[in-house]
């Protein structure tokens, strides 16, 4: 609506929790009458679903200020200033900044500084993203690994932590508000605390919130890097009941050669070590992962030890990119697998993942599951399966659900 300020938010959950921030600061500043756009540079369709937003914006509030931020902002800031519809772009370090709003003497449509001299997170301006049933805490950002394939360490920096005093405070004020679980997220959260004194790991970290909060009943953590997890996270997840059984595994590919040239820093074999390490610990854990279909070079067999990997780890939950080529990387240079290809694998992946959801689902039935209500009718099992209940529960509540059965996406159910 005329004189509102409308965030339009694209990519992670980071993206997602920095949004608020922006939300905030814009307040701060008295901004009226504007959209930002707060862009995600994963994907090329990431930013041509950004710039096709920002046209469309303009002809529906023609008399908005338009502002751009985010990773394809800070990437390339000349390509939006280039987009007559766009009034300003912001840096990733300069949209959550005092003052990034105010208007200036000077029409300076872009104010972007160089990524990589931040040295502070920026993570503590709100009390978390929160939706109704959770809230998220930004306990990292930026990423000081060099992937082939991708280009956000260049929208977000090198890797920075946040200090775990702030951490804990930020999770006790949010359990104090209500809130029953508390995800802990950043850009690569396993390498939380490389860069404070004396090197603390994201056990610690995680360590000390349950410690300290002893109220809070549930803590998750968003996705992480197999070649990162560390012997105190180990701990927590065989000894602590309210660290959730669920973790989202970064791990692109289950080929050696395509994960080298990928520059990863685990091997297949690292990966199935990591998920029975972690069912020795906590049996009860479900595993997610992120993989891309069709990477240069991947041949029939690279792909088909891939899919091979999703049932070898029992994966349950799958997230499946086809690659896109993002200039500059050192992958965009590789040959490239044909277009046709890596659609038709991608696909392929994509049907592996519900057939590892469909027996993940199976194990399920009978169990009495403790499931944090996300809406009315629609809560998160412990290990993150969604479930659609009937029977009455409080949104933000965990409720005892009895499992009947399922639709092949979720779990179907009836509260005690």
């Known amino acids: 609506m005329p004189g509102d300020v409308e965030v339009v938010t694209f990519g992670c959950r980071l993206n997602a929790y920095e949004s608020e921030v922006i939300r905030a600061r814009a307040a701060e500043d008295g901004l009226t009458d504007a959209v930002v756009f707060n862009t995600c540079a994963v994907t090329g369709e990431a930013v041509r679903q950004a710039r096709q937003a920002i046209r469309k914006a303009r002809r529906a509030r023609p008399g ?17 200033a280039a987009m007559a519809e766009v009034d300003l772009v912001l840096g990733n370090a300069e949209k959550s900044a005092p003052g990034a709003y105010l208007p200036t003497a000077e029409p300076l449509r872009v104010r972007v500084n160089d990524i990589m001299s931040v040295r502070e997170t920026a993570g503590h301006l709100v009390d978390g993203l929160k ?23 260049y929208g977000r920096g090198n890797s920075r932590s946040a200090a775990a005093g702030e951490v804990v405070e930020q999770v006790r004020r949010l359990t104090a ?26 056990g610690q970290l995680v360590a000390r919130i349950l410690k300290l909060v002893p109220e809070l009943s549930r803590l998750r953590l968003s996705s992480i890097d197999a070649a990162e997890i560390d012997a105190d996270l180990l701990r927590c997840l065989a000894q602590e009941p309210r660290l959730m059984p669920y973790l989202h595994l970064s791990l692109q590919a289950g080929d050696d050669m395509i994960l080298k040239r990928m ?5 297949r074999a690292d990966a199935l070590t990591l998920v029975a390490e972690v069912r020795a610990a906590r049996p ?14 991947e041949t029939e067999a690279m792909f088909e030890n891939t899919l091979r990997l999703v049932e070898e780890a029992d994966l349950a939950f799958l997230h499946v990119f086809p ?5 500059g990387t050192p992958a965009a240079r590789m040959p490239a697998v044909r277009g046709d290809v890596v659609k038709a694998r991608a696909a392929r992946l994509r049907a592996a993942g519900e057939a590892a959801l469909t027996r993940h689902l199976d194990r399920q039935a009978g169990r009495v599951l403790q499931g944090l209500v996300e809406r009315p009718g629609v809560a998160r099992a412990e290990d993150f399966t969604e479930i659609a209940f009937t029977g009455e529960a409080t949104v933000g509540g965990v409720a005892e659900l009895r499992v009947t059965g399922h639709d092949g996406k979720r779990l179907l159910a009836a509260t005690l």
Request: charged residues 20%; hydrophobic residues 35%; glycine residues 8%.
């Open 177 to 202: 508000q209500g809130y029953r679980e508390i995800v802990l997220t950043g850009v690569d959260v396993t390498s939380w605390g490389a860069d404070l004194p004396g090197q603390p790991t994201l």
């Open 131 to 153: 939706d109704r049933a959770r809230a998220y805490v930004e306990v990292q950002n930026g990423c000081d690994h060099r992937c082939t394939f991708c280009i956000i360490p």
């Open 64 to 80: 908005a200020t338009l502002i751009v931020t985010g990773c394809a902002a800070q990437i390339d800031p000349q390509a939006f």
């Open 263 to 267: 520059k990863r820093r685990h091997s």
């Open 323 to 327: 690659y896109s080529p993002r200039p």
């Open 284 to 297: 009860d854990t479900a595993f997610g992962a992120d993989f891309i279909a069709g990477f240069p070079t």
